[in-house]
């Protein structure tokens, strides 16, 4: 398979690279972009640490991000690129933006807004999941590993 800049490989690995910003701060290493007509438009990752704010989730700021650059706080045309499942919380904003498409990496079994039964998205919102899983996964495996040994 051929990775093209237009292919939901390369805009997660993109998401990857904001995930290992986020590990290289000592936040928990969760990365997403937001991509509009092929072409990213939000970059971000976790900085719950660093802002001393629980709410500074890698989506929220993302979509922040986003809503800025576009000028419109609606994200219907645009795709959410995510390493980690969102919670309930940033799937609430995801609602509220009307995102078009929501592509993630790894499940989050524990918090992730498909532990509902009822629907946390827009009705219009598409979801994909478990594009580059592993890696996520693997990352997010070694930062809890990493601050268990200290």
């Known amino acids: ?13 993109e998401a990857l690279k904001e995930a290992h910003k986020a590990f290289e701060k000592d936040e928990v290493p969760v990365g997403a ?10 970059r971000a990752h976790n900085l719950t640490e660093t802002l001393n704010d629980v ?5 929220m700021q993302a ?16 795709t959410l690129y995510v390493t980690l499942e969102p919670c309930l919380m940033c799937a609430g904003a995801a609602y509220w933006t009307q995102i078009g498409k929501i592509v993630y990496a790894a499940s989050d079994k524990k918090r992730g807004f498909s532990l509902l039964r009822a ?12 594009l580059l899983s592993d890696e996520s996964v693997q990352l ?10 200290s």
């Open 1 to 13: 398979m051929t990775l093209t800049i237009s292919s939901d490989k390369f805009f997660m690995k």
């Open 33 to 42: 972009v937001v991509v509009c007509e092929n072409t990213i438009v939000a």
């Open 55 to 59: 709410t500074a989730h890698a989506e």
């Open 63 to 78: 979509f922040t991000a986003a809503a800025n650059f576009l000028g419109g706080k609606y994200l219907k045309e645009c």
């Open 119 to 130: 629907g946390v998205l827009h009705p219009v919102t598409k979801i994909k999941n478990g």
């Open 140 to 149: 997010l495996r070694e930062f809890f590993e990493k601050r268990r040994g």
